[in-house]
């Protein structure tokens, strides 16, 4: 048997969750259902059947003498008539066994009832008017309420009450305005729909809670049934399974199986706790001895686990005791308990802790080959670092000297070779640090607009030898400050622009930085590179941020590399809790599109767009630039700083747009003109822009590639500056910033250096009052090397001595700290492993020298081919200044010796 489906059942069984009929569950169960739905919904009606004997006479005092007192009294006596024989029916029905039938009467019932209702409204709504009226919808409004609430604990039986009135009573409304043209009665016909759909979800809500109430019940119930079954299976157990002694510890009642596996079938009255311990093995001699104690200390027990040898079996089991004390009359007369097989479970716990020990060893075996294999990489990147930096520094120091043009090619090989093979250790370097988990991120403020100009002014010169132009933009809409770890988000993008490069042999690579969304404390931001390269096969796609996946790995492959860029791209966007994804199209390009969440920089300035100062607003500007993409970025840009921007993308077009009547009234400030213009001569469109009226004052601005930059002196005169593609966001701002404001000097607010690696300046040493003639030594030195490899020492002199400055040499940190306090150097750069003693070592050692001696203090560089994080941090915590990986940057040197030393004159 089962139960009708009312339309409305059937729509909501649609909705995910919402299935309220009995039907979901056993028979059984949705007999009881519907018995318990029959019954709270009566115990709730009988009352308002009771209400229906004040309700109908109320309405029908509302319409007597309109014309039907006939009709009225009619209606009137037949729902009371019928309100009290269902108040009758409804008693018995308390005796129903919840089957499908009664369920169907009950809600055929309950269509009666509403349906005497809704043919009141339709009697005695059209003819009453004003006040009547009003009360008339009252009652009827009062009326679906109650029995919708009423019937909600049998959703059938609420739904067909609900439809019938809503839908009659609306109805009613509806067509009673469209005959009287009665604003008010189309309002109470909406008023009914809407009472009803918000009835609708108190009836789905009230049938999803009992629902819910009733399955929490079932399954108290299965349970309550299980545990009644166990414990009674337990007890049928346990009274096989008893054991009694007596005051002395003999036995009084004991388990034939017990006795047998204790051979004591002839020694009833012997202590039981004796041939316990006597029968036992030795595995279990400390619960023996936890089962004595209690024994003498008439305590109770639990979880004694005896091992007793089973000849039959010819294996030990394993029996559980448990035991509690009895007393008469606070008399002691001995102990009652039960014996249980425990060899499973014993069985079973010493598979665990085996499985369990296997599995420690495997852990610590999987972290010991990963801290081998970390500290591998590591000594690796160690061992290459140093010989490279020898290779590289001294590649650098060769450039600076005069050679020919074949010996400067066969050097630029020896350069990107070794820069080359540089970047391969930092990738596997980088990706056993993700892979191992050991990368940390850093949570510091930064320009956003760094995060893509910087790769792109990195990475343009390679790209500018595939007649590739980069191109970038940053939304308008970006604070000017964000929180986060800026050098790795740059190496994300750089190694997307520098993959975007390697596949685009013409056309432009697009990077757009912008934000997505806001959250709370921060923000999500965007970044896609767009390229016009050869596009990645469909079935590629899935595998391309795999670790070592290259698109094309045949022998004959155009472009190499390590296969691990884009893998190290999505683990560190995936430590920064993003999402990285590519979309590519064969032949036409691809984009690769990572975004992350930062967080907000403090400071109301640093939450503001970059902006020109006030001063420098309103400045008209002409473009001349051929890429409409480049006009759409640069427009953007200027007109987000308050700039009034024309564009040609033409040499003929701007000089047609200068002569044209609409700007007749303009004298532009700026005009920038990218080198891509080849309609007319380049020089051709800087004269005629110096001679028109309208531009002959203004800064003429060219945007040039870098292989195309012009170094002719006449030429550059022409100009008022040249500036290389991509023209990065600060770099143009600086530019429009007059001469009366103070740039915007990289935001020097947060690219200070923190206080514990400042390098001192040059003046800063000398208001200190220490000068190398205070120091009472006539053997003086600026500057102390101290390296154990030849190499490095032999580059890092060369590049001192090419700089004019006194130095001394030390190769481990115990004749470093007897050189310091000798000759006390205001610079020293210090390698970090070294024999005898390192380089930390050595430097707290000069420190307490300092200190000892107040001497003022030396700047000290470390030097170590690691470059982890925690390398940098522990040189820092052991004293030193700074930190500077190998190999070394010349220029990074060099500014730090022209910074701490003052160059002999």
């Not at 029995?147 to 049998?154: D, I, N, Q």
């Not at 079996?313 to 002691?332: A, C, M």
């Not at 802790?353 to 999987?366: I, K, M, P, S």
Request: glycine share 6%.
């Amino acid at each position: 048997m089962t139960e009708p489906r009312t339309p409305f059942l059937s729509i909501l069984a649609k909705i995910p969750g919402a299935d309220l009929r009995p039907q979901q569950f056993s028979e059984d169960a949705a007999k009881r259902l519907r018995r318990q739905q029959i019954r709270g919904t009566i115990e709730q009606m009988r009352i308002m059947l009771l209400c229906n004997t004040f309700f109908a006479p109320a309405l029908s005092l509302q319409v007597w003498n309109n014309g039907l007192n006939g009709v009225v009294i009619a209606w009137t006596l037949s729902i009371l008539i019928f309100s009290w024989s269902l108040f009758w029916v409804w008693g018995r029905e308390y005796k129903t066994d919840g089957n499908a039938r009664d369920m169907r009467r009950f809600v055929a019932q309950t269509f009666v009832n509403s349906s005497f209702w809704a043919l009141g409204m339709a009697l005695f709504f059209p003819v009453v008017e004003g006040d009547q009226k009003a009360i008339v919808a009252t009652i009827m409004a009062g009326s679906l309420a109650l029995g919708t609430v009423g019937f909600s604990l049998a959703p059938s039986a609420a739904f067909t009450y609900l439809a019938v009135q809503t839908i009659s009573n609306s109805l009613v409304a509806f067509f009673t305005g469209m005959q009287t043209g009665s604003t008010a009665d189309y309002l109470v016909s909406f008023l009914c729909v809407a009472a009803g759909v918000s009835l609708l979800n108190v009836v789905v809500e009230r049938g999803k809670s009992t629902i819910e109430a009733f399955r929490n019940h079932e399954d108290l119930s299965e349970k309550s049934e299980v545990i009644e079954l166990l414990l009674k299976d337990y007890e049928e157990q346990a009274t096989q399974w008893l054991w009694q002694t007596d005051a002395t510890g003999k036995i009084v009642r004991c388990p034939e199986p017990i006795l047998n596996l204790l051979s004591a079938k002839n020694e009833r009255s012997a202590p039981l706790a004796k041939l316990l311990s006597d029968r036992s093995d030795t595995v279990s001699n400390q619960d023996v001895m936890r089962l004595n104690q209690a024994l003498y200390d008439q305590k109770e027990f639990h979880d004694i686990r005896i091992a007793l040898f089973d000849p039959d079996l010819n294996q030990t089991r394993w029996i559980l005791v448990k035991g509690r004390p009895q007393y008469n009359s606070d008399l002691f007369i001995g102990y009652r308990g039960i014996f249980a097989d425990a060899t499973v479970i014993v069985q079973a716990e010493r598979k665990v802790q085996a499985t369990n020990d296997e599995l420690r060893r495997a852990l610590e075996q999987a972290q010991s080959a990963d801290k081998a294999k970390s500290e591998f990489v590591a000594t690796m990147s160690h061992e290459i670092r140093t010989p490279m930096n020898g290779v590289l520094g001294m590649s650098d120091l060769l450039a600076e000297s005069d050679l020919d043009s074949h010996q400067k090619g066969l050097l630029e090989i020896i350069q990107s070779s070794g820069r080359s093979l540089l970047s391969i250790i930092n990738d596997i370097l980088d990706y056993s640090k993700i892979d191992s988990g050991h990368l940390n991120l850093r949570s510091e403020p930064f320009l956003l607009c760094d995060l893509v100009d910087d790769p792109a002014i990195l990475l343009a010169a390679q790209a500018s030898q595939s007649d590739v132009e980069i191109l970038t933009r940053v939304g308008t809409d970006l604070p000017k400050l964000a929180v986060g770890d800026l050098p790795r988000l740059k190496q994300v993008v750089t190694n997307l622009v520098g993959n975007a490069v390697k596949f685009t042999q013409n056309g432009n690579i697009f990077i757009d930085l912008h934000k997505v969304k806001d959250s709370d404390g921060g923000f999500v931001i965007q970044v896609d590179v767009q390229d016009t390269g050869c596009g990645i096969p469909a079935l590629e796609l899935n595998e391309i941020f795999e670790k070592f996946t290259q698109v094309d790995s045949s022998l004959t492959r155009p472009h190499v590399g390590t296969g691990l860029g884009l893998s190290i791209s999505k683990g560190l966007v995936a430590l920064m809790q993003g999402d990285i994804w590519v979309e590519s199209q064969v032949g036409k390009g691809s984009t690769f599109s990572f975004k992350v969440p930062l967080e907000r920089a403090k400071g109301h300035d640093a939450l503001r767009p970059l902006q020109l100062p006030q001063c420098d607003t309103g400045k008209h500007v002409l473009i001349i630039d051929s890429s409409e993409r480049s006009v759409e970025i640069n427009e953007e840009r200027l007109r987000s700083w308050q700039c009034n921007v024309v564009s040609a993308q033409t040499g003929a077009g701007a000089i047609k747009l200068l002569d044209s009547p609409s700007h007749s009234a303009t004298t532009f400030d700026v005009v920038l003109v990218n080198d891509n213009v080849s309609d007319i001569p380049l020089d051709e469109i800087v004269d005629r822009l110096r001679k028109h009226p309208r531009s002959k004052s203004s800064k003429l601005i060219q945007l040039s590639k870098i292989s195309k930059m012009q170094h002719n002196e006449a030429w550059d005169k022409n100009w008022d500056a040249t500036l290389s593609k991509p023209v990065g966001t600060l770099r143009l701002l600086n530019f429009f910033i007059s001469d009366s404001s103070d740039a915007v000097d990289e935001d020097a607010e947060i690219r200070k250096v923190p206080s514990n690696e400042r390098v001192p300046t040059r003046n800063s040493i000398e208001s200190e009052g220490q000068s190398w003639t205070e120091t009472g030594h006539q053997d003086t030195a600026d500057i102390l090397i101290v390296d154990d490899n030849a190499t490095n020492l032999k580059l890092l002199e060369m590049i001192i001595k090419r700089m004019g400055h006194k130095h001394i040499q030390a190769k481990d940190g115990e004749k470093a700290v007897a050189a310091f306090e000798r000759y006390r150097p205001r610079l020293i750069f210090m390698d970090v492993s070294m024999p005898i003693m390192n380089g930390l070592e050595a430097t707290q050692e000069i420190r307490l020298l300092e200190q000892k001696n107040d001497w003022a203090p030396c700047h000290i560089v470390g030097l170590t081919a690691h470059s982890l994080e925690s390398d940098k941090e522990a040189c820092l915590a052991h004293g030193m200044n700074s930190h500077m990986p190998k190999p070394v940057s010349l220029a990074d040197l060099r500014r730090t010796v022209s910074q701490i030393v003052v160059r002999p004159s």
